[in-house]
């Protein structure tokens, strides 16, 4: 029941709709419809030359009303999509206290165990994981947190990046995965080590290695003492990983032995 008019010049209408197209390409769908509601709207309760009244002013206000409840249901619509819900409480360190810390594997279930308590103690904790055994929901609750970063990186590749502490759980752990891809798991604990290894040489940075009561093999002593040397078989089907995580314990003591 009303009509909009409206003039202009050729050359200024091209420019205008230019600007107008690159800023809606920037916009979601829900903020385009809420921009032009908001514009029907204005335009609709405003006298001028542009609105031409035929009816009464009643069923002006009727339609204003209709407006604005389309806008406010797309607006809470909206926030109902976009809602973050809020993360577990977390302690706030001083700066001089927070350390920067990182966690290979921190996407499984020891490490993401891990990332809880580092992050509840108020640490900065950048998580790196394949995904090969580890699970994203496993620290979906800490996605969006400003101390937590995830990034999906195989630990085989360079990584370069500035911490104070590094935890290297990267590997599968269970025979099934492991026996799955057994190069890939010699590599995940030796060339995955070793770059772990060169940050922490490079930064200064302190490093825990997490073996495994696999490197005693089959022992033939019950609890086995650190001296112990194990009963072990080279060439078994589980050999990938046993031979990988004592090469790891060997790197170790070679780069932080003096």
């Not at 050729?10 to 908001?38: D, E, N, P, T």
């Not at 406010?72 to 810390?101: C, F, G, W």
């Amino acid at each position: 029941h009303y009509s909009v008019t409206a003039s202009c010049q050729q050359s200024g209408c091209g420019m205008r709709s230019k600007q107008v197209a690159k800023i809606m390409r920037g916009l979601s769908s829900y903020h385009i419809l809420v921009f032009l509601g908001g514009c029907l709207m204005f335009a609709l309760v405003t006298s001028g030359s542009t609105v031409e009244r035929t009816n009464t002013s009643a069923e002006l206000y009727e339609v204003r009303s209709r407006l604005q409840k389309a806008v406010e249901d797309l607006n809470s619509e909206y926030m109902a999509q976009t809602h973050v819900k809020a993360h577990p409480p977390t302690k706030k360190l001083p700066t001089y206290k927070k350390l920067r810390i990182l966690v290979t594997g921190g996407a499984g279930f020891v490490g993401s165990n891990l990332v809880d308590l580092l992050m509840r103690q108020g640490h900065e904790v950048i998580v790196v994981d394949n995904f090969f055994t580890g699970r994203k929901d496993n620290v979906q609750h800490w996605i969006g947190h400003p101390n937590f970063e995830l990034r999906h990186h195989d630990v085989c590749q360079p990584l370069f990046i500035e911490v104070d502490r590094i935890y290297h759980l990267a590997s599968p752990a269970s025979p099934p995965h492991y026996m799955y891809n057994p190069i890939k798991t010699i590599k995940t604990n030796t060339e995955g080590t070793q770059n772990m290894l060169g940050i922490a040489r490079r930064v200064k940075a302190r490093m825990l290695f997490t073996s495994t009561s696999e490197v005693y093999g089959d022992p033939k002593e019950h609890p086995q003492r650190e001296t112990y040397w194990g009963n072990v078989n080279p060439i078994g089907p589980r050999a990938c990983y046993d031979e990988a995580k004592r090469l790891g314990e060997t790197m170790m003591l070679t780069i932080f032995t003096p």
